[in-house]
């Protein structure tokens, strides 16, 4: 059994080095052979051209694709799977047409397991474990009015003017600026078209209280399905979003502007010089440390009074061995890929576990990435 990692961008690197070092076949396919030599030569020689015919002639059933590369090539890959009967796992979100695979990888026998990383990733772990928690305890109630929110942010560790900096081109984040999103609010759809339209305050539960803006993102709503949510539960909030360095969005404030006038093909070639300048302007420097904060939290009411609350708050920053965004990504990844490996996945298209025992596993494992990982019972004060 061979595992096929693709792709060695800067989020790969921590897991796809844990994998070699425990002894795990591992063979690694890139676009550019020297970037991966670079990054894992001196662990692997087994490093090939990324090929999609050439890993086609390669893959053998029971191995395992690790797609790290840009969201187009996961549903090819997963497609390649299941004809050979192989398994796949990434960490990007499932799309549309990846879901469409579910009954072809169910029939076939194969694991199509993603959303394995950070966002998303650890985010939904956290979610399943905070709802079974609610679910057995005694303020468990179906008539209770359930709130939840997610909020992850990838922030500069010392904050610049800009108040973010980029760790690959920030293209990606400029686009997803145009993205609408969906979530709930005061138990009603609420619908955003941008997100500056729904930038909030949130007060996070570290160990030193620390208020940053946040955002919805994406559609928050099937998120309720996924985490176990009971179609006849009263949810009063539903919201899965953005974290960003308090005076993010005045410093943004005319990058918002200017994209909201952006449209079509000039619209897109615009894009891309913004994100060349920010690129120029906004990366971390060599060895200047990252942060990650993430805090997901589901609170629980009874006739308008809190009975149940409760916060899953991560905080990590980049050290000598890398940056904290690369080991909360790809180490979650190395794990999803032991878990199939260990045969304790079912064939299917799927998220991040909600099996207890695999959900209590990584978490525990994931507490010695983070230099602070802690569930703040806010009913304890």
């Known amino acids: 059994m061979t595992i096929h990692w693709c792709g060695t961008g800067l989020s790969a690197i921590p897991g796809l080095r844990r994998l070699i070092k425990t002894g795990q076949n591992v063979t690694v396919w890139n676009r550019t052979v020297a970037t991966a030599k670079n990054a894992i030569g001196d662990l692997t020689q087994d490093i090939q051209a990324f090929?999609?015919?050439a890993?086609?002639?390669?893959l053998k059933t029971g191995d395992i694709i690790v797609s790290m590369l840009p969201a187009n090539w996961h549903v090819p890959l997963a497609e390649l799977c299941i004809s050979k009967g192989a398994n796949f796992v990434s960490s990007s979100y499932i799309s549309p047409e990846m879901k469409a695979l579910d009954t072809a990888a169910r029939g076939a026998g194969v694991i199509c397991c993603n959303e394995v990383g950070l966002d998303p990733?650890?985010?939904?772990?956290m979610a399943h474990a905070l709802v079974h928690d609610y679910r057995s305890s005694d303020a468990f109630n179906p008539a209770n009015a359930i709130s939840f929110t997610s909020y992850c942010g990838g922030i500069p560790k010392h904050p610049n003017p800009f108040r973010y900096k980029f760790s690959w081109s920030p293209l990606g984040v400029l686009q997803a600026l145009r993205s609408p999103s969906r979530s709930i609010r005061d138990h009603t759809p609420l619908d955003v078209g941008r997100p500056w339209d729904a930038i909030s305050n949130y007060e996070a539960p570290l160990p030193n209280k620390e208020t940053f803006e946040v955002y919805p993102n994406r559609d928050s709503i099937p998120f309720m399905k996924e985490y176990n949510f009971d179609p006849e539960w009263s949810v009063k909030e539903f919201v899965r979003g953005t974290l960003r360095l308090n005076g993010w969005a005045d410093a943004w404030a005319d990058v918002f502007t200017e994209i909201e006038k952006?449209?079509?093909l000039d619209g897109d070639v615009r894009l891309a010089e913004m994100s060349k300048q920010f690129w120029s302007d906004n990366t971390?420097?060599?060895g200047e440390p990252d942060r990650v904060v993430l805090c997901v939290e589901l609170k629980a009411e009874h006739k308008g009074a809190v009975v149940w609350n409760k916060t899953y708050v991560m905080d990590a920053w980049g050290d000598a061995d890398g940056s904290a965004m690369a080991r909360l990504v790809s180490i979650p990844v190395s794990l999803a890929i032991e878990a199939v490996l260990n045969g304790e996945m079912?064939?299917?298209?799927h998220a991040a576990p909600g099996d207890p025992k695999l959900f209590t596993a990584w978490l525990d494992h994931?507490?010695?990435?983070?230099?602070?990982?802690?569930?703040?019972n806010h009913l304890d004060a």
């Open 121 to 125: 990733g650890i985010d939904h772990l």
């Open 284 to 286: 971390y420097d060599d």
């Open 55 to 58: 890993l086609k002639q390669t």
């Open 262 to 264: 952006l449209s079509g």
């Open 366 to 376: 994931i507490k010695g990435l983070a230099q602070h990982l802690k569930i703040v």
């Open 51 to 53: 090929d999609m015919e």
């Open 346 to 349: 079912t064939p299917g298209v």
